[in-house]
């Protein structure tokens, strides 16, 4: 089944500081790298290091952030012909890290410039798409038409509430699969009553709780797969790499529950990693062929 993923691209410049800073602090940090990210571009990869046909829509400034991104989604194997170049900035994304775990301020620029009309010629383009997973780090218009467009085209669709946005209960009907964190379902629902909101929105609400694993509804009942024990790194990522997962599972027709493993075993790859992109090569050696040949 091929895959769409509509979203992001961010340049993340990513650092290590002894503790989360304090309003006027400064402090010594170490360890600076530029890598890959944006939401929908970390999706787009870890997809398409578990299938064959990944396609993406998003924008780029006119710079070399932009150039570096792109020739990075090419290596990678996803389909960049639907990336427009735009009179903005590339996006970037300053990311702090202490001790695995980080904050991350987003500079969009070209993400918020995403238009109706290059949502419908990706559409148009690709009239085999199965599935279409999206993220909130774009324009919330272009987000509308796109679920839109998918429901009238009979594509399921992922949405990944990220960052936290308050959608309509229209928008929320239209989706397919919701797949929020645990802040992120507490701003979309004022509620933190995890196993009644999986109930109510049954197949369609999964959780990612962190450490605490993977809350959804299966076989008539809220339930939780358990996240792996591991070494943390970096989390950067982690609920991208489960998205991917969790697409790769539903394009294969693994069904829910051994989707949502597929997702938690990518995420915590992705959390022995730096980087949001940096299990990309051993997803792709240890799991792509487990996940090619599943019906
Ligand atoms: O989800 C992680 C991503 O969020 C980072 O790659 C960064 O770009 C921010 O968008």
């Known amino acids: 089944m091929k895959i769409g993923v509509v979203g992001s691209i961010n340049v993340d410049m ?19 790298q530029l890598l890959m990210g944006g939401k929908g571009a970390n999706q787009a990869v870890m997809t398409s290091a578990l299938v064959d046909d990944v396609v993406f829509l998003g924008a ?10 792109i ?20 996006g970037l994304a300053i990311i702090q890290l202490v001790n695995g775990e980080n904050s991350i301020a987003v500079i969009p620029g070209a993400n918020l410039d995403i ?5 419908d010629h990706f559409l148009d383009q690709h009239p085999d798409l199965g599935l279409v997973i999206s993220q909130l780090e774009i324009n919330m218009d272009a987000i509308i038409h796109l679920v839109d467009q998918c429901k009238a085209r009979h594509i399921s ?43 109510d929105f ?10 605490k694993g993977v809350m959804y509804y299966d076989q008539q009942k809220a339930v939780i797969s358990p996240s792996q024990k591991i070494e943390v790194v970096d989390t950067t990522g982690a609920g991208d790499s489960f998205v991917a997962g969790f697409a790769a599972g539903i394009s294969k027709k693994l069904g829910i529950k051994a989707a949502v493993e597929l997702g938690i ?31």
């Open 14 to 32: 990513v650092y290590s500081l002894p503790k989360f800073l304090k309003l006027g602090e400064t402090l010594m940090g170490s360890n600076f």
């Open 60 to 69: 780029v400034g006119k710079d070399s952030f932009g150039t570096n991104a």
């Open 71 to 90: 020739a990075n989604l090419t290596s990678k194997g996803v389909g960049v012909e639907n990336i427009s170049l735009k009179d903005n900035s590339t």
């Open 115 to 119: 238009q109706k009309s290059e949502i």
């Open 157 to 199: 669709i992922i949405l990944n509430p990220a960052p936290a946005q308050k959608l309509s209960s229209d928008l929320i009907d239209k989706v397919d699969y919701l797949i929020p964190n645990e802040n992120e379902t507490e701003f979309l629902f004022n509620s933190q009553d995890y196993e009644k909101l999986v109930t």
């Open 202 to 211: 049954a197949g369609k609400l999964i959780i990612t709780l962190g450490s």
């Open 265 to 295: 075993e990518i995420a915590s790859l992705t959390c022995i990693s730096m980087g949001a992109q940096g299990a990309y090569e051993r997803v792709k050696k240890e799991h792509y062929e487990k996940a090619r040949n599943s019906k």
